[in-house]
């Protein structure tokens, strides 16, 4: 923290995956992650190391949507992240979106210190939809773990596959989900949104469906299924709405 506003020490990235840092009106520094070439291609392993020290915050974001290309390799994305006491990360990327043929796997390991906070998103679109592409990658593979202090505050894991059941018929009008969780005391704000709008979800035969529980005494879990990615940006934006009061400035102002 310098003069109240939070600060990169140091960063390092190598190829595929560029870091760029884009000035904001705020307290926290925001990282938004891009690849060359506009995606992962056959055999692309990224892994993000995050670290945010005591009292700061910072917002870990995407340039656009993940694209993923047909892979038969696989391709991947782990991220590892200690937010120390006091402080406030919010992961919020853009959705996947898994190409035909294409093998993705994705985890996340957060660990929060006493005190800390964090508003992580995961969201997955249907592919090219536009394309014909619905549900029609080879694999997908997520996992995230958040942690307290070493206890495990919520484990989140999806696998879907081809080989388990016809993706499109398992998904039926649904091109785009998101899961989103909302942990510590500088995220209380957004927790209460988050269970603010799984109290109005929609009917089930509505464009998005909408549903939150609590997790523990400071924290919940939101989940979003909808007939379109705009649909599911629409609701997390909303959502997501007070964190632009906590990071100061609004990242989805231009995107979302």
């Known amino acids: 923290m310098t003069r109240g506003r939070s600060v990169i020490v140091r960063a390092r990235a190598e190829s595929p995956l560029k870091l760029l840092f884009p000035r904001n009106h705020g307290v926290a520094q ?6 060359y070439g506009g995606g992962l291609v056959d055999g692309d ?13 910072a917002l870990l974001s995407t340039q656009s949507s993940t694209k993923v290309y047909r892979s038969p390799r696989g391709t991947s994305q782990a991220l590892t992240a200690r937010v120390e006491a006091g402080a ?5 990327p853009d959705p996947v979106a898994c190409f035909a043929g294409a093998r993705y796997r994705q985890s996340a390991d957060i660990s929060l210190a006493e005190g800390a906070s964090l508003v992580f998103v ?6 090219r939809a536009a394309h014909g592409e619905r549900w029609d990658f080879a694999r997908y593979e997520s996992r995230s773990v958040i942690a ?8 989140d894991a999806t696998l879907l596959a081809p080989a388990d059941g016809a993706l499109r018929a398992r998904f039926g009008r649904f091109d785009a ?6 942990f510590g005391p500088r995220a209380r704000t957004v927790r209460d949104a988050f269970l603010a709008a799984g109290a109005a979800r929609t009917v089930p035969s ?9 997790l523990g005494d400071d924290g919940a879990v939101l989940r979003v299924a909808a ?5 599911v940006l629409r609701a997390l934006g909303l959502a997501l709405s007070p964190l632009a009061s906590l990071l100061g400035d609004n990242p989805f102002a231009r995107k979302w």
Do not use: K
């Open 30 to 35: 925001w990282v938004f992650t891009a690849t």
């Open 45 to 57: 392993a990224i892994l993000l190391d995050v670290a945010v020290e005591a009292n700061a915050a």
């Open 88 to 92: 406030l990360l919010a992961v919020v």
């Open 122 to 127: 995961d969201a997955l679109t249907c592919g």
């Open 148 to 155: 307290r202090a070493g206890r495990t505050l919520a484990i």
């Open 177 to 182: 989900v998101a899961t989103a969780f909302a």
């Open 206 to 214: 509505a464009e998005t469906v909408i549903a939150a529980s609590p």
């Open 227 to 231: 007939s379109s990615t705009g649909a």
